[in-house]
């Protein structure tokens, strides 16, 4: 299983992405996100999947890149080339792969910012090279192990979250999946993209990196726990106390 997570806020995008492989009950460690820029092109693309569809998608697009890069003047440009190498991949592979017992079930993240893009995007690809386009209204997209993340990236991201927020919420969501499911860890693969810098800066984080804010977190929810009001238990108990005294 796979952990990317892909933000976009005003100031522009983070992208989050652990490294660990899973095949049946082997575990390696491999990148998951890659990032391609030339002058006033700068994107990355985070895959899940088979890892024999992403590598042989990821190399068509890089291919495609060196030859025809200024031809994509806006992002949704690129991320329809690369979803038109995902659809050969699945002319090329998707038959033997399915008929071995296996689903081609490539889904990838592509964000960046291209010369003619009025600002930064993310983009949210599908298996069959379609796409939707993120937007302020949910400024997130999870592949892979999505649902431990999800409350607390609704509950406190909004397009307005400056970045540093942006990345301290989306390393705490991939905390909640982390100590949820035993496919997704450490190293974790971080991206930051400031709006119309056209530089992805990108950096990779160790377990004992992240140790004590995951432990401070930890403290802090369960501090907060605590702290809760209880007032409104008191007709349960009450109930509970009646029961037993019968």
Same mark, same amino acid.
């Given at each position: 299983m796979t952990y990317c997570l892909g933000i976009k806020v005003a100031s522009g995008l983070v992208a989050i992405a652990d490294r660990r492989l899973t095949s049946g009950s082997e575990v390696s460690s491999n990148r998951k996100i890659s +990032?391609?820029?030339? #002058? *006033?092109?700068?994107?990355?693309?985070?895959?899940?999947?088979?890892? !024999?569809?992403?590598?042989?998608? %990821?190399?068509?697009?890089?291919?495609?890149? !060196? #030859?025809q890069d200024r031809s994509f003047n806006k992002l949704y440009k690129a991320v329809n080339a690369f979803g038109e190498q995902v659809k050969r991949v699945a002319q090329e592979d998707k038959a033997s792969i399915v008929a071995s017992g296996l689903n081609f079930n490539l889904n990838a993240i592509v964000g960046g910012q291209l010369e003619d893009d009025e600002e930064h995007k993310l983009f949210m690809l599908y298996p069959e090279g379609n796409w939707v386009e993120v937007d302020q209204g949910s400024p997130?997209?999870? %592949?892979? *192990?999505?649902?431990?993340?999800?409350?607390?990236?609704?509950?406190?991201?909004?397009? #307005?979250?400056?970045?540093?927020?942006?990345?301290? %919420?989306g390393f705490l969501a991939f905390d909640a999946t982390r100590v949820s499911a035993n496919d997704v860890d450490y190293p974790l693969d971080v991206v930051i993209y400031p709006k119309d810098s056209f530089h992805m800066t990108e950096y990779r984080l160790e377990k004992e990196d992240m140790d004590e804010v995951s432990h401070q977190w930890s403290a802090l929810l369960s501090n907060s726990v605590r702290k809760l009001p209880s007032d409104w238990m008191n007709p349960i108990?009450?109930? +509970?106390? !009646?029961?037993?005294? +019968?």
């Amino acid at each position: 299983m796979t952990y990317c997570l892909g933000i976009k806020v005003a100031s522009g995008l983070v992208a989050i992405a652990d490294r660990r492989l899973t095949s049946g009950s082997e575990v390696s460690s491999n990148r998951k996100i890659s +990032v391609h820029e030339v #002058e *006033n092109h700068s994107l990355f693309i985070m895959t899940s999947g088979l890892r !024999s569809v992403r590598d042989k998608a %990821i190399t068509y697009f890089k291919e495609v890149i !060196s #030859e025809q890069d200024r031809s994509f003047n806006k992002l949704y440009k690129a991320v329809n080339a690369f979803g038109e190498q995902v659809k050969r991949v699945a002319q090329e592979d998707k038959a033997s792969i399915v008929a071995s017992g296996l689903n081609f079930n490539l889904n990838a993240i592509v964000g960046g910012q291209l010369e003619d893009d009025e600002e930064h995007k993310l983009f949210m690809l599908y298996p069959e090279g379609n796409w939707v386009e993120v937007d302020q209204g949910s400024p997130f997209k999870i %592949i892979g *192990n999505s649902g431990y993340g999800k409350p607390l990236l609704f509950r406190n991201l909004s397009y #307005e979250t400056n970045l540093q927020e942006a990345l301290k %919420i989306g390393f705490l969501a991939f905390d909640a999946t982390r100590v949820s499911a035993n496919d997704v860890d450490y190293p974790l693969d971080v991206v930051i993209y400031p709006k119309d810098s056209f530089h992805m800066t990108e950096y990779r984080l160790e377990k004992e990196d992240m140790d004590e804010v995951s432990h401070q977190w930890s403290a802090l929810l369960s501090n907060s726990v605590r702290k809760l009001p209880s007032d409104w238990m008191n007709p349960i108990f009450d109930k +509970v106390r !009646s029961v037993k005294n +019968v």
